[in-house]
């Protein structure tokens, strides 16, 4: 059995207002993750997902660039334990 892991993603940039929410949300979902994504007051984006290693990695590689239409500046990722708190990927707002 793979062990599940989490991870909380920042990502800065210009990142709101250019599909970033649902192109993650589709990405996550392809990758097989559980979690959230939502547009944060600071104009950053924060993802929290749930997940193997090797698949949140995937998906820390997607935010670093994000969809074409956003310009990343910066992420900072913080792992944690699987609270098992989640149940599919989903936007919240």
């Known amino acids: 059995m793979v062990e599940e892991k ?3 993603i920042i990502v800065f940039g210009m990142v709101q207002g ?11 979902r392809k990758l097989g993750l559980k979690g ?7 104009g950053s ?5 749930e ?3 090797e698949r949140l990695n995937r998906l820390i590689s997607f ?3 994000g969809p074409s239409s956003a ?3 910066d992420i900072q990722v913080k792992w944690e334990k699987t ?3 989640l149940s599919y990927f989903k936007v919240t707002y």
């Open 6 to 8: 989490r991870i909380e």
């Open 18 to 28: 250019v599909f970033f929410r649902a192109t993650t949300r589709d990405v996550a």
């Open 36 to 42: 959230t994504v939502r547009n944060m007051r600071d």
């Open 45 to 49: 984006v924060e993802i929290i997902a």
């Open 51 to 53: 997940g193997s290693e």
């Open 63 to 65: 935010a670093k660039q």
């Open 71 to 73: 310009k990343v500046y």
């Open 83 to 85: 609270r098992g708190d």
